[in-house]
Antibody, heavy 127, light 107 residues
Framework: QVTLRESGPALVKPTQTLTLTCTFS??????????VSWIRQPPGKALEWLAL???????YYSTSLKTRLTISKDTSKNQVVLTMTNMDPVDTATYYC???????????????????WGQGTLVTVSS | DIQMTQSPSSLSASVGDRVTITCRAS??????LNWYQQKPGKAPKLLIY???SLQSGVPSRFSGSGSGTDFTLTISSLQPEDFATYYC?????????FGQGTRLEIK
């Protein structure tokens, strides 16, 4: 059974650094093709992808936020950590982590949708 | 970044209706298009991947089509539990992007 759970502070002050941890079970991030992403959603707004880390420790970031984000993994602990610097009230959102596992379709093509999600954690940025 | 544009932004429909939501990419993304359903206070749920492949456990009334830049999500006969917000998402680029969402409401 695949599960993911986000943890971190519910409230941070402007200019502070946010550190979120995604703890997962039911899969290994050392398995070829496996990835974990962070996605956020401001209240009443759309989903925004933030960052991805794959089984080979390759990392990808949102173009608009890449200077503020760092993603890392601890395979032995089944955890992925996201840090976001210089937090601002506009960063108030529910932050999700999600698994991306390689799926085959058609005549052998592959893709990686977000197939399992955590329940999300609301982070409020306020002084 | 590849921009994903959904239409309509909101839609009112009745139980039993056939509903279609469209998603357009700002450049060709082949079939690297996924659809999600999100209910209030819940995480999104994967419905369709690779434009037309139904995720395991998802009812067959959901279907997807398209390739290149234009895609559709169709619900053949709306059920009460289908009233939610739907998002498309492209995975063609490593800079993953979502559409702005389509809110499906009860008429």
């Amino acid at each position: 059974q695949v599960t993911l759970r986000e943890s971190g502070p519910a409230l941070v002050k402007p200019t502070q650094t946010l550190t979120l941890t995604c703890t997962f079970s039911g899969f290994s991030l050392s398995t070829s093709g496996m990835c974990v992403s962070w996605i956020r959603q401001p209240p009443g707004k759309a989903l925004e992808w933030l960052a991805l880390i794959d089984w080979d420790d390759d990392k990808y970031y949102s173009t608009s936020l890449k200077t503020r984000l760092t993603i890392s993994k601890d395979t032995s602990k089944n955890q992925v950590v996201l840090t976001m610097t210089n937090m601002d009230p506009v960063d108030t959102a529910t932050y999700y982590c999600a698994r991306m596992m390689e799926a085959t379709y058609g005549s052998g093509s592959t893709t990686r949708p977000f197939d399992y999600w955590g329940q999300g954690t609301l982070v409020t940025v306020s002084s | 970044d590849i921009q994903m544009t959904q239409s309509p932004s909101s839609l009112s429909a009745s139980v039993g209706d056939r509903v279609t939501i469209t998603c357009r990419a700002s450049q060709s993304i082949s079939s690297y298009l996924n659809w999600y359903q999100q209910k209030p206070g819940k995480a999104p749920k994967l419905l369709i991947y690779a434009a037309s492949s139904l995720q395991s456990g998802v009812p067959s009334r959901f279907s997807g089509s398209g390739s290149g830049t234009d895609f559709t999500l169709t619900i053949s006969s709306l059920q009460p539990e289908d009233f939610a917000t739907y998002y498309c998402q492209q995975s063609y680029s490593t800079a993953i992007t979502f559409g702005q969402g389509t809110r499906l409401e009860i008429k």
